[in-house]
């Protein structure tokens, strides 16, 4: 199987596929630590699966598992993770990701999981889905979600009203319904807890 490795921490990059290599049936097609130079990488190097971090610059993996649904890839993502976020692995799932799986895990399971999923399987780790089944459901729209990811990054009502093409009254509007329904005092507070949740 052609694997693509997306992981932006270095040394974890070049010793997962250090270790990858030494299979027979795995050969490494290419590696890098942002996530939009690996959605160019699978469309130029036809990967079966990309192995992605979900928090990388360029693009998140779960960015990059949406745009391979959406551009219908046949590529399949493969989630690493060291969070336990519910609204992560709820994310991913609607992304179509064929695995979500913890960063802790032995190299050997790790690699038994990848053959299961080249195969035409599935695999979560029990941990995670755990955290998804006892977890509150988002209670955020695709619109208070955008809001609230550009006010967890700083940024001012007028600032996410030019960034968004919404008028300010109207991101202020969503701003106050996510602040009631995050059961937050301030924006930052709502985005925050929707961050920890992996909402947004």
Known sequence: MKVLIAE???MLRGALAQLLEMEEDVEIVGQTGNGQEALELVQQRNPDLIIADIEMPGM???EVAEQLQDADMPCKTVIVTTFARPGYLERAMKAGIAGYILKDEPI???IAHLRLIHNGGHF???ELASALYFSKTNPLTKREEEVLRQAFSGFETRQIASRLHL???TVR???STAIQKMDAHSRQEAARKAEENGWI
């Open 8 to 10: 932006d921490q270095g």
């Open 60 to 62: 998140s993996g779960l």
């Open 108 to 110: 050997n399971e790790l």
């Open 124 to 126: 979560i780790s029990p």
């Open 167 to 169: 008028s300010h009254g």
């Open 173 to 175: 509007n969503y701003l």
